[in-house]
C-alpha cells in the first residue's frame, strides 16, 4: 500500500474527476500499475468505489487499530 501522503493526494484527484465526471466531462486518472482508466457518467460508480476505498486505506494507514464504523461520502 503507498504511503498517507500519497493516497490523500489520489483521493484528491479522485474527487476532482467525480466532479467533472458529474459535470459531463471525460476524466482519465493514472493507476498504481501505470495503466490509465477513462471515467465516463456511465462509470460513475466505480469512480465513487474507487474514492471510497481510497477513503478506507488513508483510515486503516492513520488510525490506530480499533474498531471503526465504514467510511461513508456524502455528495
Known amino acids: 500500500m503507498a504511503d498517507v501522503t500519497t493516497l490523500r493526494l489520489r483521493l484528491t484527484?479522485?474527487?476532482e474527476a467525480l466532479h467533472k465526471v458529474a459535470t459531463g466531462?471525460?476524466?482519465e486518472l493514472l493507476e498504481?500499475?501505470?495503466?490509465t482508466v477513462r471515467f465516463t457518467k456511465a462509470n460513475r460508480k466505480d469512480l465513487e468505489a474507487y474514492i471510497s476505498t481510497l477513503g478506507?486505506?488513508?483510515a486503516?494507514?492513520?488510525?490506530?487499530?480499533r474498531r471503526?464504523?465504514?467510511v461513508q461520502f456524502v455528495f
Request: glycine share 14%; no cysteine.
Open 32 to 35: 498504481e500499475d501505470g495503466s
Open 56 to 58: 478506507g486505506q488513508i
Open 25 to 27: 466531462q471525460t476524466v
Open 68 to 70: 471503526r464504523g465504514p
Open 13 to 15: 484527484q479522485a474527487e
Open 60 to 65: 486503516d494507514a492513520t488510525v490506530p487499530s
